[in-house]
C-alpha cells in the first residue's frame, strides 16, 4: 500500500491538479481524460461536465489489472461561479495532496488560499474510503464533493 500511496500523491500532482498539464485524449464521448504512468503503474482519470461533473479514477498495474479505484461527483453550489473560478480554488488544494496524514485520494483536510477554504473530510483508508470536499467563497458554501472508493480485486 505505501507504493500505491508515493504513486497517487505522484499521479494527482501530474494530472487534473496540475494546470500546466494537458488532458489526453478522450477515452469516451465527452470525457476529459489524464494519465499517468511511473514504476509500472498507471492512472488515469476520466471526468465529464464542468461546474456539475462526475468522474472516476483507476490505477493499474503493469499488466493493465486494476487495482484501485475511486468514482466522484460534483457540484457547484454557487452558478454565478464559472468552472475557471472552481478551479482556481480547487486545482491548488489538490496539489497539496500529500501534505498531511490525509489518505491522498483528494486534497489536504483543510487548505485556504484567499478568499477560498477547502476542507476535505474522509473516512477509511485506500483500502476502502468515502469523503466529503467542500469549499468556501468568503464563509459561504459554494461547491461540494462526494467521492468513495478503495482496493479492486477480482
Known sequence: MNNLKE???KAKKQT?????????KSSRNGSHDYEYSSNNMIYHDTYFGGINFMGEEVVYEENDTPIWGMNYYG????????????????????????????IPVRGPQEYINGDYKYIFNVSGNLDYFEGEETIYKN??????????GGVIKR
Open 139 to 148: 464563509g459561504k458554501k459554494v461547491y461540494i464533493l462526494k467521492c468513495h
Open 75 to 102: 457540484i457547484t453550489l454557487d452558478q454565478t461561479l464559472s468552472e475557471e473560478a472552481v478551479d482556481k480554488a480547487l486545482r491548488p488544494a489538490l496539489m497539496q495532496v500529500g501534505s498531511d496524514d490525509t
Open 7 to 9: 504513486f497517487l500523491i
Open 16 to 24: 487534473y491538479a496540475n494546470e500546466n498539464i494537458e488532458k489526453q
